[in-house]
C-alpha cells in the first residue's frame, strides 16, 4: 500500500476536526456535502418552562448565511439572521433573550397562533345551530385563540429531515376538544422548512372529529434594518390587493370590503410605511396605524405572491407567498417600549412589522367571508413562504 501524500493525509485529518466540532455539542447530526449544497440543522436545550416541560430550540442554515432559529414553546421563531447587502448578518425579527421573556405576556412575538388567528366579535360563533363562548382576552373580543392559544403550549418534535436542497422541523400539537372553549379534537402539525434559495415555508395541517373552525397564522415582527432601536417607517412595501378589511372602535370587521384606491391602504405599487400612517383617515386612526387585513388579489390561483417588504438602507427584500386569502399587516402600534430586546435595549413603538396570512377576522360571524369551518374526514392545508434576499 502506498503512502498517502502528506498534505492529502493533513488536508483530510483538518476537515474531519472541522466537521466533528462543529457537530460535537448538537444532539441532532446533520450532512455536510458540498459549499453548494450544504444545509444544517442544530437542536439544543432552551430551557424549562414554569410547569416544568423542556424546551428545545432549533437552529436551521444554509452557506448562503442565513439561520431560523425555532423553538418547541409555541413554537415561535426567535431569530432569523441574514446578510445585508454589505454581507454583514443580523437578525431581523423580534424576540427575547430567554424562555423566562417568552413565558410572560407579550404580543405573540414569532409565535405560531391559534386555534382562530385575529380577532372574533365577543368571543363567540355558532356552529350547526350551538353556540360557543370563547375567552375574551383582547376587550370584549377574543384574539389569536384566547387566554392559552398555540403560542402558549409546548410543540412535539415530528420530524427532522435534511437534504442537499433543504431542512425540515415538523411540529404537532393536539388541542383537545373544548379547549379555550372551540369544539373538537384538533390534530395540527406545522412543518418549517429552510430551503437552499433562503426562502423559509411554514406548511400548516389540522384534522378534526368535531365540526369546528380554525384560522392559523405564523407572527412574527420584522425589522429588516437589523437595528431593533429604528422603526420600521422606512420600509417600502408592496400588498397585492385591491381591498381591504375595515374595521369598527373594536377592530372588529363592519362586514364590508372597501377599495384601498384613493386611501392610505393602498400598497399595490412599492410605499413607504411611513408615508401615510399618521394620516387622518378613520381606519387607520382606529388602528393606530396599520393593523388590517388586506384582501388579496388572485384567490382562485391558490400559492402566489402577495406582498414584499424592502429596507434601502441594507438592501434587505423579503417576499411573502402563500394560498390564503387575506393577510394581516401590522406595523407594531402597541409596542410601547416596556419589552427587552436580546441586546439590552427596548422594542418601541413601531419597531417591527407583521405579515400574518390569513383568514379573515371574525370570519365565523360574517357568513359572506371565506368560511373557516374544518369538518371531520376533512384536511385544513395551507401553506406560506417568507423569501429574504439582498436588493
Excluded at 75 to 103: H, M, S
Excluded at 175 to 188: A, I, R, V, Y
Aim: aromatic share 12%.
Amino acid at each position: 500500500m502506498k503512502l498517502m501524500n502528506i498534505s492529502l493525509f493533513s488536508g483530510v485529518i483538518f476537515a474531519f476536526l472541522i466537521i466533528y466540532l462543529g457537530s460535537k455539542e448538537n444532539t441532532v447530526n446533520y450532512k455536510v456535502q458540498n459549499e453548494k449544497s450544504v444545509m444544517g440543522i442544530e437542536r439544543s436545550s432552551y430551557g424549562v418552562t414554569e410547569n416544568d416541560e423542556k424546551i428545545d430550540v432549533f437552529k436551521l442554515y444554509n452557506l448562503k448565511g442565513i439561520q431560523v432559529s425555532i423553538i418547541t414553546y409555541g413554537g415561535r421563531i426567535t431569530a432569523v439572521e441574514t446578510p445585508d447587502k454589505n454581507g454583514n448578518k443580523e437578525n431581523v425579527v423580534l424576540g427575547f433573550k430567554n424562555l423566562e421573556q417568552y413565558e410572560k405576556p407579550n404580543p405573540y412575538f414569532g409565535a405560531l397562533v391559534g386555534r382562530y388567528g385575529n380577532r372574533i366579535a365577543k368571543g363567540k360563533f355558532t356552529l350547526n345551530n350551538i353556540e360557543y363562548q370563547l375567552a375574551k382576552n383582547n376587550g370584549e373580543n377574543s384574539l389569536h385563540g384566547g387566554l392559552v392559544g398555540f403560542d402558549k403550549v409546548v410543540w412535539k418534535v415530528e420530524k427532522i429531515e435534511e437534504n442537499e436542497t433543504s431542512v425540515v422541523l415538523k411540529l404537532s400539537y393536539l388541542s383537545k376538544d373544548m379547549e379555550e372553549g372551540f369544539p373538537g379534537n384538533l390534530k395540527t402539525t406545522v412543518t418549517y422548512t429552510l430551503n437552499y434559495d433562503n426562502s423559509l415555508d411554514v406548511l400548516y395541517e389540522a384534522t378534526t372529529d368535531k365540526t369546528t373552525i380554525l384560522n392559523l397564522t405564523q407572527h412574527s415582527y420584522f425589522n429588516l434594518s437589523g437595528d431593533f432601536s429604528h422603526t420600521i417607517l422606512d420600509h417600502v412595501v408592496e400588498i397585492n390587493a385591491d381591498k381591504f378589511v375595515p374595521v369598527d372602535n373594536t377592530l372588529i370587521p363592519t362586514g364590508n370590503l372597501a377599495s384601498v384606491d384613493d386611501t392610505p391602504f393602498d400598497f399595490r405599487a412599492p410605499t413607504l410605511v411611513g408615508k401615510h400612517i399618521n394620516s387622518k383617515n378613520e381606519q387607520v386612526t382606529l388602528g393606530g396605524g396599520y393593523d388590517h387585513c388586506w384582501v388579496l388579489n388572485n384567490q382562485g390561483k391558490g400559492y402566489r405572491s402577495v406582498a414584499k417588504a424592502y429596507h434601502p438602507d441594507s438592501g434587505r427584500t423579503m417576499e411573502v407567498l402563500t394560498d390564503q386569502p387575506g393577510m394581516q399587516f401590522y406595523t407594531g402600534n402597541f409596542l410601547d417600549g416596556t419589552l427587552p430586546t436580546p441586546n439590552g435595549g427596548v422594542f418601541g413603538k413601531r419597531s417591527g412589522f407583521c405579515f400574518e396570512t390569513q383568514h379573515y377576522p371574525d370570519s365565523p360571524n360574517q357568513p359572506q367571508f371565506p368560511s373557516t369551518v374544518l369538518d371531520p374526514g376533512e384536511k385544513y392545508e395551507t401553506k406560506t413562504t417568507f423569501k429574504f434576499s439582498v436588493n
